[in-house]
């Protein structure tokens, strides 16, 4: 049947409307399936953080995918230089008791010796009716007993002390023993039993209710609240000064980290009690001479609090990707690949061996080469490392830019392998800055290492009652982080300044330097036994 012109003009727009229509459909279930595909990313990704491995170590992932086909040059030194055996070695010392020194473990314990005997009866020979006499002893085991905290009450008297001669003639004759003033007024509180709360929560990180439990159980009812207040009178009064000191110090080396950690604080002025508030850490570098972690908490995550701070310092800092950072200035910036790496891990999907899990497995094959790389060179010299550095892993570093370059056009920019490669591609010039100097590390890990404990404290008593209450938890943490990365026990730490700072005079502040956690005397007082 013939159609008519204006018949056929009728179908050709049915036909266009409907291929349009189609195009659009066409069009919305390709939004949908890309939309659907970053959904299930999410949530495998939602549960793997809840319930999967927390480690990004390399030997979790499973059916990991080798770089093959590829020319490194010296990308494979690691594999051909590698002893198996001392490897071996090694992980088998962590899994048995190969190596294992009791005497060793034991040395710094006291000892005592129990003996069992025999009874009085059964010293006389049951069959010819003769004494038995002792014949020797024979070794069977050793125990380890636990005696629990003790605590006493120490009563303070001050002497006097009279000259009768000067009494008789009428002069002064009355000589008073000098005392110690109070750590705190009109408080029982001593430099031990401050130090050893300030311990058991910064440290052991025991909650404060759960502390004054164990004071009832050893037979002293003390207050939270009590407790409470001679952490921030004596933080407030005296180990904060001791925290001033190593800001000091701390800008005068030429090498930081930096990182920071939500925290929620009650009762800010004009804020919410569900916002978030944060708790900022800086710290010299794992080479330094002079280990310092500084704590410092503030009510935002402005990159203001980095630049007032870090004020006249000028060095490199490491940092992760955070771009308030970038507000310092006078300083280099040196970025962590561990971060970077850490996108990628969080890029892989559930089961290892999908298509999807191709590209992060190959990331993290890079950077497992540059950390093997890496550690191997963590004994030599600056000038030595920085030389090997551009020897070993600048070919791996150049294969890792082109393999990222090809790739970051073929994902969906919003999936996580797409966010993951563009954070690399956005910052590659802070992660290539650690071949400038070999002092440089090639990671932030000493501050997040520093900053660990207090996320681990955070689980337990949730956030802080007040910002009185968050400034004395970074002072703490300060001292006691610092004392750690100097090799000494923070609880003899703390007791030593509560005891020596309220007797200094604060107007020199160079006394404190006598108190320094690196001072030779300091460290044989307060020694790890």
């Known amino acids: 049947m013939d159609l008519s012109t204006s018949d056929a003009s009728v179908l050709i727009e049915i036909i266009k409307e409907q291929t349009t229509t189609i195009s659009s459909l066409r069009q919305t279930l390709e939004e949908m399936n890309t939309e659907s595909r970053l959904l299930r990313e999410q949530i495998d990704y939602l549960t793997k953080k809840l319930f999967g491995v927390k480690s990004e170590k390399s030997s979790v992932l499973t059916g990991q ?28 010392r962590q899994k048995t008791r190969k190596g294992y020194s009791r005497e060793k473990a034991l040395m710094h314990l006291p000892q005592e010796d129990r003996q069992f005997t025999i009874s009085e009866a059964d010293k006389i020979c049951e069959i010819d009716g003769d004494r038995r006499h002792f014949a020797g002893k024979k070794y069977i085991r050793s125990e380890i007993e636990y005696i629990p905290a003790t605590m006493k009450i120490i009563n303070i008297y001050q002497e006097t002390w009279e000259c009768r001669t000067c009494r008789k003639e009428e002069r002064p004759y009355l000589k008073q023993a000098g005392v110690d ?128 701070f870090l004020k006249g310092y000028e060095g490199y800092l490491h940092t992760d990707g955070f771009s308030g950072y970038g507000k310092v200035e006078n300083i280099t910036r040196c970025l962590c690949w561990s971060h970077a790496r850490r996108h990628f891990a969080d890029a892989l999907p559930k089961n290892l061996k999908s298509p999807e899990a191709t590209l992060p497995l190959q990331a993290i094959e890079y950077f497992k080469k540059l950390f093997e790389v890496e550690d191997k060179l963590k004994d030599l010299s600056p000038e030595d490392r920085k030389k090997e550095r551009l020897r070993q892993q600048m070919t791996v570093l150049e294969a890792y830019w082109s393999w990222v370059e090809n790739n970051s056009n073929r994902v969906l920019p919003k999936s996580r392998i797409g966010k993951a490669l563009q954070y690399s591609i956005n910052q590659r010039e802070g992660l290539m800055r650690y071949l400038e100097d070999g002092n440089c590390d090639m990671t932030n890990n000493t501050a997040e290492n520093s900053i660990r404990p207090f996320t681990v404290g955070r689980k337990n008593w949730l956030f802080a009652g007040s910002p009185n209450g968050a400034h004395s938890s970074a002072i703490v943490y300060s001292l006691v982080e610092t004392a750690k990365a100097n090799g000494i026990n923070p609880y003899k730490y703390l007791q030593l300044l509560l005891s020596a700072i309220p007797k200094l005079d604060m107007e020199d502040p160079m006394s404190l330097d006598r108190f320094l956690p690196w001072d030779p005397k300091v460290r044989e007082a307060c020694k790890i036994l």
């Open 65 to 92: 995918i080798l770089l093959e086909g590829m020319e490194f040059g010296e990308f494979d030194e690691a594999e051909s230089n590698a002893d198996f055996e001392e490897v071996e070695e090694l992980v088998t």
């Open 181 to 308: 003033a109070p750590l705190i007024q009109h408080s029982m509180a001593s430099p031990s039993s401050v130090a050893w709360t300030m311990y058991q929560k910064y440290v052991n990180h025991i909650p404060l209710y759960r502390q004054e439990k164990d004071w009832q159980n050893l037979g002293m009812q003390v207050k939270r609240s009590t407790l409470s207040n001679w952490i921030l009178k004596t933080s407030e009064e005296y180990l904060g000064k001791m925290v001033e000191r190593l800001h000091q110090q701390l800008l005068m080396q030429d090498y930081l980290h930096a990182d920071e950690t939500p925290v929620q604080v009650m009762n800010e002025p004009e804020k919410k009690n569900t916002s978030k508030s944060y708790m900022w850490v800086y710290t010299s570098s794992k080479n330094s001479t002079k280990p310092i972690r500084v704590f410092e908490y503030k009510e935002g995550r402005s990159g203001s609090n980095a630049v007032n």
